[in-house]
């Protein structure tokens, strides 16, 4: 029985079909882990617009461990992306690259903000669900010790 290569193709392409849905469930659909913060400096109920502990080498071992267990998944291990979904290790990038200390910092203020907002709130755009929120699950301490471990995995400007 002789085939065709444009059969072998199709086949491939058919079954490489079927495993698609499996693969993209697997990849997300996670329950988050709880996060253990208790080592930190407790922040209080009111969210911070900026990192507190920017450089606190506690919440970067914090960080690390919050983001293997709930992130690294989609993100990529050691936040190195596999193009799924967005590269965090360039989340600050343009602000690094700011001559003037005024719009630098202004720079990271926003960039924080806009990570403690994606995180508690998710990503869904025309109804689909590209981030779940994380609002109830993580407290700002884990989110702020999460993005501190993502400042030392920096890409260079």
């Known amino acids: ?3 065709k290569a444009s059969h072998i193709c199709a086949c491939l392409m058919a079954g490489f079909a079927a495993l698609a849905p499996s693969y993209t469930l697997a990849h997300g659909d996670v329950t988050p882990q ?3 913060t208790r080592s930190l400096p407790p922040l209080g109920e009111e969210m911070r ?4 502990y920017r ?3 506690e919440a970067i071992k914090v960080g690390v461990s919050a983001y293997t267990q709930n992130c690294a998944r989609c993100h990529g291990i050691e936040a190195v992306s596999g193009g799924m979904s967005p590269d965090l290790r360039e989340l600050d990038e343009e602000c690094l690259g700011q001559k003037d200390e005024a719009k630098k910092t202004a720079c990271f ?5 806009y990570f403690m907002t994606t995180t508690l ?3 869904v755009r025309n109804g689909a669900v590209y981030m779940p929120p ?3 699950v993580f407290n ?3 989110i702020w010790a999460m993005k501190a471990y993502l400042e030392t995995r920096r890409t260079a400007p």
């Open 109 to 113: 203020k926003e960039v924080d903000t």
């Open 134 to 136: 994380y609002k109830g």
């Open 140 to 142: 700002q301490e884990a």
């Open 121 to 123: 709130n998710g990503r």
């Open 1 to 3: 029985m002789k085939f």
């Open 49 to 52: 617009s900026e990192n507190p």
């Open 55 to 57: 450089g606190l080498a």
């Open 34 to 36: 709880a996060v253990d």
